[in-house]
């Protein structure tokens, strides 16, 4: 969260609006393609049965919220810097602070789910099960909800302020500063906690091409999720770095900021569609045909106009059932 001690003014920058746009626009993309990459997990019996994309489905639904309050503010505050201090206090800015307290907890969560499904395949189901699927991410709904109640007391106001461009805490008082530090080094605790987890799954995965010249077919059947995750925890690591060090004082680097934050809020889909094969493939075609099944390996049957089609993650085929079978 910024500072919001700040006492700068860009809004008469003569390239603000076209960044607003673009944020704009870019926000009601990823709300469609986070409500989509939603609707492939649950409707893929694969998919939703493993903790990773289960996980994914929270961070999806709350990076989902989190865009709309900026799409909401950057709207209001298109031709004007003052918004409706009801939609900005009371509603969208505890949202944001809210759906951003719900999700960067879950980033040193997925990084130690990568850990063990990598390097521990055997101990997932024991420390990854349903309940505890279900109990991490609950924990992290809960710290949201906390925040949110937070603002809405009145004893913290998180504001979006045009002139940054940025959301801030605007209260002074000693709760306020509590929230300040808890979002600086929890954060920081997290990301590098998460960086520590990715630094080793990097050299175990190093050492088994190294010493096995291959890699297990439970290790293999791991990286798509892993890169997506890699993805999401690196951009997170990136905005949060440069929101808490400014390298730059000009509106050029706020608004490119603040364009970088709205990137992060939309990555999970972005990444997606980019480096993961199993969620890739299937992106497009859900609403052409009524899912029937998924295994484990990867085959999606699909049937739109008596054709089935059987899609893999690296070929689709289409097949000519027998009249009966239709």
Sequence with gaps: MSDSNQTVNFYEWPYRKAFFIFNIIAGVLFVIMHSQMISVILQTRSLRSMAGYRFMVHISAVDLVNCITQIV????????PYMDPIINEVINGAIFQGTWAADYPMTLIIALNRVVAVMLPFKVR??????LT???IAACL???CMNTAACLSGELACVWIAEIPSFAFTTNSVFKDIVELVDFWFAEVIILCSTACYIAILVYLMQKVLLQRKLLTSSRHELP????????????GISLFFWHHPAASNALYYEILQTVIVFR???PPLAAL????????????LRQGKSILMSSTGVHLTKTRGTVRVSTLTAAHTLIPHRSAI
Excluded at 227 to 235: N, Y
């Design 142 to 144: 809960v710290f949201g």
């Design 225 to 236: 999720l892993l890169f997506h995750f890699c993805c999401i925890f690196g951009i997170t």
């Design 265 to 267: 809020f939309g990555m």
């Design 126 to 131: 024991l420390l990854f099960g349903d309940n």
């Design 134 to 136: 279900y109990f991490y």
């Design 274 to 285: 980019l480096v993961n094969g199993s969620i890739r493939n299937r992106f497009f075609q």
């Design 73 to 80: 503010a950057q709207m209001c505050t298109l031709n004007t």
